[in-house]
């Protein structure tokens, strides 16, 4: 391609439609678009709408090197999430979305490069998320001056495992990481569509020059060498860039004016005093479940904040969303130390207010390390997907957390009884203090990692210069 200079580099980022992998992928760009390179974000125009009004620690609107490209969202049916189980399993409601919108991906990204490419732009940078690869391959093949970088949204370790596992070996040869050979089954991950599309994805995966995970070495070092030296993923080109989300506090605000009403709660809560209680943006609980949950919630008697918000739709603008019924009586019961909100919730400024001191989680990996980013420890309450085995890499690996939903019995009902024990021993236990110390610990080695000289920082700056050379 010859020398190219900084200017003559421009960045596509193709993301997957859905919240968890929207969200890194938009603070990597405003990261990347830092360093006075233009980065286009590509998508829906539902989700380039439903990513941008998300989003928490930076307003995209002002970063004058970050462009939102959006395209018509093409015609899906949009499905209520199942509430039939006790704990909802793989979010089939968001297959038709996924599949309209990703079939409809090809054209207006070919579309958009191709005008880039006339710009005389030495090199096209494109990171496509890793559920996109079909569609990057596609385009890829047509244009000549691409060159495409794959995003892993799941943990390094959860990567490794399922490869090795694939190959009938041992999970780590370590001591240290041989702790992910308790992961369970994968049984009940995902649903049979999803699988045929990861296999479908996979074998895509090809013609991409590097792998950016969405990690960090000071959490996950050992299965990136690992999985750089095995070259499991083809390449020898690794870069652990993450966390993408905001490690440094956001502003404080001298007023309360325009600030949510479960932040002016915990304003008013003792130190690490409070559990915050969310499942995410695609999984839903059973009334029964929610129940349940209430009522170990009440029993444990420690303060809590609940986000209890139905799932995500493929379309979060079409309206239809349950309001799930709490036990007669139990707001009543808990205002003088539980707040419940039904709106959405600024999850990262939750997790960083002084108040806040654990956090009953589904173990979504953006979950995870917003939690880790924050020093905030995990009651680990896996659902679907890589969850399981973050929960495992979050409680017996990095020994800040605790389980409450075994796994192995991930059919059954998680009774009101383990829920008040899970709380308790987080919130109100020698080995909860001990926890939380460690889970500080890891925040401060995460937010120095970021600055001049840090393993966050090198990382970052050698890939702009790969990009850039």
């Not at 949204?153 to 050979?181: C, R």
């Not at 904040?305 to 019924?325: H, I, K, N, P, T």
């Not at 203090?433 to 120095?448: G, H, I, P, V």
């Amino acid at each position: 391609m010859g020398d190219d200079k900084n200017g003559e580099v421009a960045v596509v980022v193709v993301p997957f439609p859905a919240q968890g992998h929207l969200n890194p992928l938009l603070h990597l760009s405003r990261r990347i678009s830092g360093h006075n390179i233009p980065v286009y974000f590509v998508g829906t125009a539902t989700h380039v709408r439903q990513v941008t009004g998300r989003v928490q620690g930076c307003d995209p609107s002002t970063i004058s090197n970050l462009h939102f490209h959006s395209f018509p969202t093409p015609p899906f049916e949009n499905p209520t999430p199942d509430h039939s189980a006790p704990t909802s399993k793989f979010p089939t409601h968001m297959h038709p979305m996924i599949m309209a919108t990703t079939s409809h991906f090809q054209q207006p990204l070919h579309e958009l490069l191709s005008e880039l490419s006339s710009r005389n732009h030495g090199r096209i940078a494109v990171i496509f998320d890793v559920l996109m690869s079909t569609v990057v391959k596609a385009v890829y093949q047509t244009l000549p001056n691409l060159e495409c970088y794959c995003f892993q949204v799941t943990p390094a370790s959860f990567i490794y495992s399922l490869f090795v596992e694939a190959a009938g070996k041992g999970v780590l040869p370590s001591d240290s990481a041989g702790i992910m050979n308790d992961v369970r089954e994968m049984e009940g991950c995902f649903s049979h569509d999803f699988k045929q599309l990861l296999d479908l994805q996979r074998k895509a995966r090809d013609f991409h020059v590097g792998n950016i995970y969405h990690t960090s070495r000071i959490i996950e070092a050992e299965y990136i060498d690992l999985l750089a030296k095995t070259r499991i993923l083809g390449h020898d080109n690794h870069w652990a860039l993450g966390p993408f989300i905001p490690v440094a506090e956001h502003e404080k605000h001298e007023s309360k004016s325009g600030r949510s009403q479960c932040l002016i709660w915990l304003d008013n809560q003792p130190l690490n005093s409070v559990i915050f209680v969310s499942f995410g943006t695609t999984c839903s609980l059973s009334d029964e479940q929610i129940g349940e949950l209430a009522l170990g919630l009440e029993r444990s008697e420690q303060r809590f904040l609940w986000s209890l918000r139905d799932a995500d739709r493929g379309d979060v603008f079409d309206g239809g969303v349950r309001r799930a019924e709490l036990p007669e009586g139990f707001e009543e019961r808990v205002r003088e130390r539980g707040f419940v909100v039904r709106e959405w919730a600024p999850q990262l400024e939750i997790l960083e207010h002084s108040a806040t001191g654990g956090f009953l989680s589904h173990c979504g990996w953006n979950s995870c390390l917003e939690s880790i980013s924050k020093g905030v420890p995990v009651a680990a309450w896996p659902m679907n997907s890589d969850q399981p085995r973050n929960a495992v890499l979050l409680v017996k690996a990095l020994k800040i957390g605790v389980e409450v939903r075994d796994w192995a019995r991930r059919d059954q009902l998680v009774g009101a009884t383990t829920v008040e024990e899970g709380v308790r021993r987080l919130m109100a236990s020698a080995e909860g203090e001990e926890m939380r110390r460690r889970a500080a610990e890891l925040a401060d080695s995460l937010k120095q990692s970021f600055m001049e000289g840090g393993v966050g920082r090198r990382e970052m700056d050698s890939f702009v210069a790969h990009i850039t050379r």
